[in-house]
């Protein structure tokens, strides 16, 4: 988590931190400061705040338990690494971590950078429209952009921005 000074922003835009205003300080995951940097800019960090790794044995067992049955598996029928695949992950993470020792992983942090994760995908989208087509949004929401735009009267479907499906408004 990183706390910054939001910069300046394109108002035709959405910003890659909804709803402040430039010059206030806010704590953003890493994922907002990646595509800061992908837009060429580099707000100000006045702290940042790291939690230590979160290691949980039954995942690591999993996966070398996975490994060595793939390894094992190579050169034989590959119908039953799906079916022992879906054995291991239900048993093994419902009983070690869903009801097990690790139930109480409290890591805000997490919710924050899935949260910012989805919403720098979607301005993503709205960045690459706005460069290769010049038409800007009238509203953003977290997973869904608005236009006002005839543009699938002009744009061919292999071309339409983002390769997303605009319908026309009824």
């Known amino acids: 988590m990183w706390r910054i000074t939001v910069p300046e922003w394109d108002p035709r ?17 890493s994922e907002i400061i990646r595509l800061y940097q992908a837009e060429g800019v580099m ?4 702290e940042a705040w790291l939690a230590p ?14 490994r060595s049955w793939l390894d094992a598996m190579k050169d034989t029928d590959a119908e039953l690494i799906p ?3 879906y054995q ?4 093994r993470l419902y009983s070690e971590v869903g009801y097990g020792r690790y139930n109480d992983i409290d890591r805000p942090d997490w919710g924050y950078a899935i949260r910012d994760n989805s919403w ?15 038409i800007y949004p009238t509203a953003v929401f977290t997973d869904a952009l608005y236009y ?4 699938l009267k002009l744009l061919p479907h292999e071309d339409r921005p983002g390769h997303f499906i605009l319908k026309p408004e009824s």
């Open 43 to 46: 707000p100000d960090i006045s």
């Open 120 to 134: 720098c995908s979607t301005v993503r989208h709205t960045y690459k429209i706005a460069r290769e087509h010049g």
């Open 13 to 29: 835009l959405p910003s890659p931190v909804a709803k402040r205003e430039a010059g206030s300080d806010i704590w953003v995951s």
């Open 148 to 151: 006002e735009t005839n543009v």
């Open 83 to 85: 079916k022992l695949m």
């Open 53 to 66: 790794s979160h290691r949980i044995p039954a995942l690591e067992d999993f996966a070398s338990q996975l």
């Open 88 to 91: 291991t992950l239900a048993g």
